[in-house]
């Protein structure tokens, strides 16, 4: 059984983010776009951005690039649930009892033990993979090619034997099934249960806040209480209150526009591609810098999917309104703040400001 560096949580409050730079221990760290250790795998350029070693053993995280016609056999995990949100081209994507096609802002969620596969149909296509273990990304890095480049190789070829060699190491089992076009199932609601689906962009369950939209792509009981994922987006606004949480990390990607981070002291501008981690003790806060900025939060656990009921109200809209007129919360934040794993040190930052 592996062991994992924790910190304390105040060892993690005193550190200052790393930058670029993966710590090997759960500590906070910021990964700028095409940033983290990449390999080459048959025409995909894979930049691993969290191993389990950085996170505590929580999850793994890896921005997927390549081109045309690259393509998976069926293959499924046995032990790890994967999240897959795509920012650039296309794919096609084989679930048990359909096939989908994806665009940028389209998701996708499969349990543990599904099979699945995927082809890429555009001329450059990237996608977050999220893996709530991090073996298959180790996977990757095993029968992959270490690499400096930024970019995928369209010439190169997979091994696949090398790959089937390795898989049942690191927990997956690659399948013989065929890939069959099959009408599609899902794509505009969340199932109640840990099942396998795919969910459109601007789907999802939708809530309104001040100047904000947030919409949740995966809930705790879509993962088996592992992760929830929410699609923020928003006009430009002040930081939040400075907080820290005790019992689950938090984790930032910008999608869109320009977010800013203030962690530990430190603050940071995000934009697209960019990354932050905020374990358990990290304080922090953000703020949205440009006008449509999207966010995409991954936190682990679910202990804290409550608060974004608690801060908006629902809505079927698919675009949030600016100048609202809505005042912040308070009771909202009151009632998360008495009743969830949230820790208020202090005000919310100056844009600029230090410690």
């Known amino acids: 059984?592996?062991?994992?560096?924790?910190?304390?949580?105040?060892?993690v409050r005193s550190?200052?983010?790393?930058?670029d730079k993966l710590p090997g221990r759960c500590l906070p760290y910021y990964v700028s776009a095409?940033?983290?250790?990449?390999?080459?795998?048959g025409g995909q350029l894979v930049t691993v951005i969290a191993r389990p070693e950085d996170t505590g053993g929580q999850f793994g995280a890896a921005y997927i690039y390549g081109g045309k016609g690259v393509e998976t056999p069926f293959f499924a995990h046995d032990h790890e649930h994967r999240f897959l949100y795509v920012t650039d081209g296309a794919l096609q994507l084989w679930l048990p009892g359909e096939t989908q096609r994806l665009i940028a802002g389209d998701s996708v969620t499969i349990p543990a033990g599904t099979p699945?596969?995927?082809?890429?149909?555009?001329?450059?296509?990237?996608?977050?993979?999220?893996?709530?273990?991090g073996d298959a990304h180790r996977?990757?890095?095993a029968s992959g090619t270490a690499t400096a480049s930024h970019v995928f190789d369209a010439t190169a070829r997979a091994s696949a034997a090398r790959q089937s060699e390795l898989a049942e190491q690191f927990g997956v089992r690659i399948l013989d099934l065929e890939k069959k076009d099959l009408s599609p199932m899902t794509g505009t609601t969340l199932p109640r249960n840990a099942s396998p689906y795919v969910l459109f962009a601007g789907e999802g369950d939708r809530w309104a806040g001040v100047d904000e939209l947030n919409t949740y792509l995966a809930r705790p009981n879509n993962t088996d209480g592992n992760y929830f994922a929410v699609h923020t987006i928003g006009a430009k606004t002040a930081y939040i209150p400075r907080h820290f949480h005790r019992q689950h990390t938090?984790?930032?990607?910008?999608?869109?526009?320009?977010?800013?981070?203030?962690?530990?002291g430190q603050e940071i501008l995000l934009t697209k591609g960019d990354f932050v981690h905020a374990p358990a003790g990290t304080v922090h806060a953000f703020a949205f810098d440009s006008h449509s900025t999207q966010m995409l939060g991954l936190l682990t656990t679910g202990v804290f999917?409550?608060?974004?009921?608690?801060?908006?109200?629902?809505?079927?809209?698919?675009?949030?309104?600016?100048?609202?007129?809505?005042?912040?919360?308070a009771e909202g934040f009151a009632r998360a703040r008495a009743e969830l794993d949230l820790e208020v040190v202090g005000p919310p930052p100056e844009r600029g400001a230090r410690g």
Not at 15 to 19: E, L, M, S
Not at 257 to 263: C, F, K, M, W
Not at 316 to 328: C, L, P, R, T
Request: charged fraction near 25%; aromatic fraction near 16%; charge should be negative.
């Open 305 to 329: 999917e409550k608060f974004f009921e608690y801060m908006n109200t629902p809505t079927d809209a698919h675009i949030h309104v600016e100048g609202s007129g809505k005042e912040f919360p």
């Open 250 to 264: 938090e984790n930032f990607f910008c999608l869109e526009g320009r977010l800013l981070l203030h962690v530990n």
């Open 116 to 133: 699945y596969a995927y082809r890429m149909t555009a001329h450059r296509n990237r996608f977050l993979s999220w893996l709530t273990v």
């Open 15 to 19: 550190a200052p983010p790393q930058r």
């Open 34 to 41: 095409g940033e983290g250790q990449r390999y080459e795998l």
């Open 139 to 141: 996977w990757i890095q």
């Open 1 to 11: 059984m592996t062991t994992f560096d924790i910190p304390s949580l105040d060892e």
